[in-house]
């Protein structure tokens, strides 16, 4: 093994590495972060999810739910590099925080199950960091429970994923029996024993050494075939030197040539030396990336990874703590101290930096500077939000801000107590500031708070953020669904008198009405239209105007449900006036109530909200999607097939969609996905909600 005080290199950005783990839920990749940790000394002792005493999932809902929520930041050394590592959550409700995770790293390590393999959110993960262009090395994890295996899982990473695996290991024993591995660059032999926190490097056992000789002609033959210099190499003797080997597999894991693969057992500790060997080795540092590209006054510009260059940075992530605004940050570019004004692209504003801290996930550390290739987190910033450039104030810079899903599940929440609203509506702010995928809004037709999110766990995370961190207790329940009514058949002049007298100037307005459907092609199936062939002047302009007013004060409330009213078209015909009891007020009165009579008399249908929803789900789940689709009233509208998924299109009744993304999920074991537009209105069903009030 290599020791920590190893090669120093001439540029200091060399030696950094920004790195995230990536995996399924309950891969084990908390687990891999913590041995990471206790490997590199940076705790003295390991952290288990099981107990609640992992750095990374220090919040307590992580703690009692024994899964990852929010991406966590740490750092740590090795072999004389910096590792800047973000431990990323696996469950498919949360992938917005890995999507912010992997815009601001340059490499990656993807978490495997040896006895699942490849599951549903690892292949999510993947796709999301080959869009980023993030270079990764896999590590199979959990090698010593019983039905582990190797081959299987890497079988299952070449289909699933596509890439061209290049194993670099073979393990020493099986299941429970699993001690060590074969280091297959450099055919020699770690093994590791209970008690002992590092491997005993040695020569590879007799009985392995075939096996080892084999899976290393195969290893050598899989790099010649994708890399020039090695395949000229081995052309000319036949095999490749440990070095040529180990430079190969370093341009192609940069390039995404192929994935270097290694296995081990992180809750056991053992395999994570030769990994994070591997992360030095294989993964890239800040020098070897592109450099960061940007905007200004229409022109793009690229700052490189250069301390003394003007400075440019990404913050990514924004936490309120009880000490205050962090604001975390990748620094692409330049240098930024303590008290330095940097503009802020949010608001086209200056900002001073308080403080910069070094994060060690809810711990942190202040330093004097922070310089191109940092993660960091800074206080003092009121306005950047998550996607906010940072840069100097005589460079300015706007970087391309991480992408934010769609929000596909909604919940109505509101305060228990009326106190609470105002606090409600601050912490809402506060929640949707730290997580851009949560969205808060108010329905402006039920008035109803309704919070958007990524999935029902991540609702149900929010609204518990809002008990404990904020002391507020909340009702939540499913959003009301804005339903209309409309005209389905109309009637023909109907006749209103509005006549009353109290003693002073009377009320007169005699106005006659048709009332029929709109047709789609002139105002929309839902407006409404207002017209007049009143002739000889029986109804004064401004009388008609009045009338007009009245029956749109009539479209509020119709007769089947309460809902609003519309698609329709109302026309005066005639009408009547007194020459001292008429007046404005008079005859908007008539035209409330004659359209309310003549809409109880006309035929009348419920309009429901639809959406135009596309599914995108592997071609063996499409039967069971359709048919969902179908039980939902769904009308399917047209299908395709795109890189071996299948995409169907259909339009469904937004009530039909509550809760249609956990079921979809467990449809297609996590693998579907679906983006909702809404379209507009379609008639519903006989007795669909009639008699719901808005």
């Keep these: 093994m290599r020791t920590t005080t190893s090669r120093q290199l001439a540029n200091p950005l060399a030696v950094v590495r920004n790195l995230g783990i990536l995996a399924h839920v309950d891969a084990g990749k908390t687990t891999v972060t913590e041995r990471i940790l206790y490997a590199t000394g940076s705790t003295h002792k390991r952290g288990e999810v099981h107990d609640g005493t992992t750095v990374t999932d220090f919040d307590p809902q992580e703690r009692d739910r024994g899964i990852t929520i929010f991406a966590a930041a740490v750092s740590c050394d090795w072999d004389g590099h910096r590792v800047n590592l973000i431990d990323t959550p696996g469950h498919v409700d949360f992938a917005d925080e890995v999507e912010r995770s992997l815009r601001v790293l ?7 199950d040896a006895v699942a393999g490849v599951e549903p959110q690892s292949e999510s993960v993947w796709r999301q960091a080959e869009r980023h262009g993030v270079p990764r090395i896999a ?33 020493i024993g099986t299941e429970d029996g699993f001690t060590g591995v074969v280091d297959l660059v450099r055919m020699r032999a770690l093994v590791w024993t209970d008690g002992t926190p590092t491997a005993t490097e040695g020569p590879v056992p007799p009985d392995l050494l075939a096996e080892a000789g084999r899976r290393r002609r195969l290893l050598e033959e899989a790099v010649a075939e994708l890399h020039p210099v090695a395949l000229e190499e081995f052309c000319a003797t036949s095999a490749l030197a440990a070095e040529t080997l180990t430079g190969a597999l370093r341009d192609l894991t940069r390039d995404g040539g192929g994935v270097v693969v290694l296995c081990g057992s992180a809750y056991r500790n053992r395999g994570i030396e030769p990994l994070l060997d591997a992360v030095v080795d294989y993964l890239p540092s800040p020098l070897d990336v592109p450099a960061v590209r940007g905007t200004h006054d229409g022109a793009e510009q690229r700052r490189p990874a250069d301390p003394a260059a003007p400075f440019a940075a990404l913050a990514f992530k924004v936490n309120a ?4 605004r962090l604001t975390f940050l990748r620094v692409y570019s330049g240098t930024i101290e303590k008290g330095d004004t940097v503009w802020e692209s949010n608001t086209g504003r200056t900002e001073r930096i308080g403080r910069v801290l070094r994060v060690q996930a809810d711990r942190h550390a202040q330093v004097d500077r922070a310089s191109a290739g940092d993660i960091v987190a800074v206080v003092g910033l009121k306005s950047a939000r998550a996607g906010s450039t940072l840069c100097a104030p005589g460079a300015p810079l706007v970087l391309e801000p991480p992408g934010v899903a769609e929000p596909v599940v909604s919940a109505a929440v509101e305060a228990r107590a009326s106190t609470g609203t105002d606090r409600l509506a601050a912490a809402l702010a506060r929640l949707t500031e730290e997580d851009p995928s949560l969205v808060a809004r108010t329905d402006p037709e039920t008035g109803q708070t309704v919070l958007s999110g990524m999935g029902e766990l991540h609702l149900e995370v929010a609204v518990e953020k809002l008990r404990r961190a904020h002391g507020l207790e909340v009702n939540v329940g499913r959003p009301r669904v804005a339903y209309r009514e409309t005209v389905v058949r109309g009637v023909s002049g109907l006749v ?3 006549v009353k007298q109290d003693g002073g100037a009377g009320q007169f307005a005699h106005v006659v009405l048709d009332v029929e459907p709109l047709d789609a092609g002139e105002a929309g199936a839902t407006g409404f239209e207002f017209r007049s062939v009143v002739v000889g002047g029986r109804v004064p302009q401004e009388y008609v105007r ?15 449900g309460g809902h609003p ?3 329709l078209r109302v026309t005066l015909t005639d009408g009547a006036t007194h020459v001292k009891d008429s007046s404005e007020m008079a005859f908007r009165t008539a035209g409330r109530l004659a359209l309310r009579g003549a809409l109880r008399d006309c035929a009348m249908a419920v309009l429901e909200p639809v959406a135009e929803v596309t599914v995108t789900v592997p071609e063996d789940a499409v039967g069971g999607v359709l048919g969902d689709l179908a039980a939902r009233r769904g009308r399917v509208t047209g299908s395709a097939t795109r890189a071996g998924a299948a995409v169907v299109t259909a339009t469904v009744p937004l009530a039909e969609l509550f809760g249609y993304a956990t079921r979809l999920r467990s449809r297609t074991q996590g693998r579907g ?8 209105y379609a008639v519903a069903p006989v007795g669909v909600a009639v008699g719901e009030g808005r």
């Excluded at 340059?106 to 495997?112: E, P, R």
């Excluded at 703590?321 to 205050?324: F, S, V, Y």
């Excluded at 009045?546 to 479209?555: P, Q």
């Excluded at 679906?674 to 379209?679: G, V």
Aim: aromatic letters at 6%; one cysteine or more; glycine letters at 10%.
């Design 565 to 567: 009213v519309t698609g």
């Design 106 to 112: 340059d490499g990656a390590v993807a978490v495997f």
């Design 139 to 171: 590590f199979v994890n959990k090698l010593d429970r019983a039905g582990a295996d190797l081959d299987t899982a890497v079988a299952s990473i070449r289909d699933r994923l596509h890439p061209a695996p290049l194993v670099v290991q073979l393990p």
């Design 496 to 498: 209103f008198r509005h």
């Design 321 to 324: 703590t009880p000490t205050g």
């Design 673 to 680: 996905t679906f983006t909702a537009r809404p379209t507009g």
């Design 546 to 560: 009045a009338v007009e007013a009245g029956c749109r004060d009539a479209l509020a409330d119709g007769p089947l």
